[in-house]
């Protein structure tokens, strides 16, 4: 596993794009050999004042005051265990900063910043920061609603990198399927997180049928915007 990063580092990145109203997203990169294997931030504005940043990435500063105008990062949701490299990082920059993360991933997130809790703490009514059915290793996604419809942001489970930069990470998508052709649930992650492939199935489905979806944000890859719900059907088929 990538050793955590206590300092700010700044690795390669684009600048915010504002996908809805108070919701912003990035795209970064984790080096590795023969070229860099895309990672998303998503940035969400909450009710009460503040943010919520999911899946954390440093960014220089120009984007971070992007984020600040938008509102100072409250919470920090690290979506699995595998997604804490910047969490000692944005802890050490906004220390009040609440870390939320699922139940199993606790132990391993703790390694990084202290726990606040293992569920829902952000008393948002238009977010629902839910766990991903059918994981035997715990991950969240979000529903966030806004008047323009409804966002699903994903961690790991869906995987749509149509665009990998460079031979490495071009190699990395297809071996482990993280969705090279269209989004897909990366058969690295079919083998180490989930446990019951139905129960996962239903869950894809089920989001599917929110009348609303206007999008899906996986942290590694495209946003999904066209026919949001037919890619949720389609990968739900996929597991069966």
Known sequence: MAKLHHDWTVLPHGALEQLDEGLLTVTGDIPMPLGNFPRRM?????????????????????????????????????PNQQHRLDAPAWKARYPAIRV?????????????????????????????????????????????????GTTLIVNDVIGNVQHPHGVGAWIMTRLM?????????????RHMMIADKDGLAAQLRGWADIPDLKRIVPSHGDVIADDPAGALREVAASLA
């Not at 909450?46 to 990062?73: F, H, K, V, Y």
């Not at 726990?115 to 290793?137: N, Q, R, S």
């Open 177 to 189: 399927g993280f969705g090279a052709s269209g989004p897909q649930v990366p058969r690295l992650i």
């Open 42 to 78: 998503t940035v969400i504005a909450l009710n009460g004042g503040g943010t919520a940043i999911w899946s954390a990435i440093p960014l220089d500063e120009p984007q971070m005051q992007r984020i600040e105008a938008l509102g100072r990062p409250a919470f920090l949701i690290v």
């Open 100 to 148: 939320l993360t699922p139940p199993s991933a606790k132990a391993m997130v703790s390694e990084a910043a202290p726990v606040d809790c293992t569920g829902d703490a952000m008393d948002d009514p238009d977010i629902d920061l839910v766990l991903v059915a059918g994981a035997k290793e715990e991950e969240f996604a979000a529903i966030v609603r806004r008047p323009g």
